[in-house]
Antibody, heavy 123, light 110 residues
Framework: QLQLQESGPRLVKPSETLSLTCSVS??????????WGWIRQPPGKGLEWIGS???????YNNPSLKSRVTMSVDTSKNQFSLKLNSVTAPDTAVYYC???????????????WGQGTLVTVSS | QSALTQPPSASGSPGQSVTISCTGT?????????VSWYQQHPGKAPKLIIY???KRPSGVPDRFSGSKSGNTASLTVSGLQAEDEADYYC??????????FGGGTKLTVL
């Protein structure tokens, strides 16, 4: 059974870079049937798609965040990562990593999800 | 891309049916049959319950069903049970490898 687990600092200072890693277990990332992505949820609010990365390294981003987001993948370690730069308080959220499935390289639906990690932006 | 529009709340009594709508545009819901629905219990990660408008992943009860007409997709929960009380989010493919979510609907079982 595929499982995903987020890890990284829980507290980030304003203007700095948020960095998270997702570790994938129970399956291989080397597949052209999936991509791997990030979704966030501010406390008490709805979900926002951040972006996804194909195993080859091709990335697909939410246009509203595109300029601040960098994603990478390391299939040898079964991990992929997210960096969000120049963070401010509104970037405070639970960040989920997840597998994206579907027909395009970016994926059309999401399953399964990691448990999520709360990242707080504060000085 | 703009978020899809969902009603903030919905409710029903045990055994009843409730339908949650998800309205997009001709650039997402209206043109792609890639609407998915997610169930999220408090403090938990979302769980996929419907994909490609009408398909259910293995293990999801057939009480959950999806449909679409024009720019609006719908999730129907039949035979409501207490465990169905949760937040529900729709999502649609929006072209160019982008996804967009709805604002979420809190389902209360009375």
């Amino acid at each position: 059974q595929l499982q995903l687990q987020e890890s990284g600092p829980r507290l980030v200072k304003p203007s700095e870079t948020l960095s998270l890693t997702c570790s994938v277990s129970g399956g291989s990332m080397n597949s052209n049937s999936y991509s791997w992505g990030w979704i966030r949820q501010p406390p008490g609010k709805g979900l926002e798609w951040i972006g996804s990365i194909f195993y080859s390294g091709s990335t697909y981003n939410n246009p509203s965040l595109k300029s601040r987001v960098t994603m990478s993948v390391d299939t040898s370690k079964n991990q992929f990562s997210l960096k969000l730069n120049s963070v401010t308080a509104p970037d405070t959220a639970v960040y989920y990593c997840a597998r994206h499935l579907g027909y395009s390289h970016g994926g059309e639906w999401i399953d399964p999800w990691g448990q999520g990690t709360l990242v707080t932006v504060s000085s | 891309q703009s978020a899809l529009t969902q009603p903030p709340s919905a409710s029903g009594s045990p055994g009843q049916s409730v339908t949650i709508s998800c309205t997009g545009t001709s650039s997402d819901v209206g043109v792609y049959d890639y609407v998915s629905w997610y169930q999220q219990h408090p403090g938990k990660a979302p769980k996929l319950i419907i994909y490609e408008v009408i398909k259910r992943p293995s293990g999801v009860p057939d009480r959950f069903s999806g449909s679409k007409s024009g720019n609006t997709a719908s999730l129907t929960v039949s035979g409501l049970q207490a465990e169905d009380e949760a937040d529900y989010y729709c999502s649609s493919y929006a072209g160019s490898n982008n996804l967009v979510f709805g604002g979420g609907t809190k389902l209360t079982v009375l």
